[in-house]
Nanobody
Framework: QVQLVESGGGLVQPGGSLRLSCAAS????????MGWYRQAPGKQRELVAG???????NYADSVKGRFTISRDNAKSTVYLQMNNLKPDDTAVYYC????????????????WGRGTQVTVSS
């Protein structure tokens, strides 16, 4: 059974930083692409960043240059380093796996974590 557990969310002021973690179990982590998504109130869930099994990455235009996705296969964990946070980044952030890597980047799979809340406010 695949389990994804996110952590690291919280309240931060504009311009601040957070690092999200997603610990995976029940999968051979190293062979799977991973993705971070977010959903703000009243909006659709959107891809924030993806990383392939070979460490190729893709990002939403809104976070390019501010967010960095990485993975540690030894710990079965994917990270999302978020810098220069803005109020528009406020959302619940979800980890996803089971998808695939395409020439356009990560394509979502069927496995989701429960999410972690990120609030950017002064």
């Amino acid at each position: 059974q695949v389990q994804l557990v996110e952590s690291g969310g919280g309240l931060v002021q504009p311009g601040g930083s957070l690092r999200l973690s997603c610990a995976a179990s029940g999968v051979i982590f190293s062979v799977y692409a991973m993705g971070w998504y977010r959903q703000a109130p009243g909006k659709q869930r959107e891809l924030v960043a993806g990383i392939s099994s070979r460490d190729s990455t893709n990002y939403a235009d809104s976070v390019k240059g501010r967010f960095t996705i990485s993975r540690d296969n030894a710990k079965s964990t994917v990270y999302l380093q978020m810098n220069n946070l803005k109020p528009d980044d406020t959302a619940v952030y979800y980890c996803n796996t089971g998808g695939r890597w395409s020439r356009d980047g990560y394509v979502r799979g069927d496995h989701w974590g429960r999410g972690t809340q990120v609030t950017v406010s002064s």
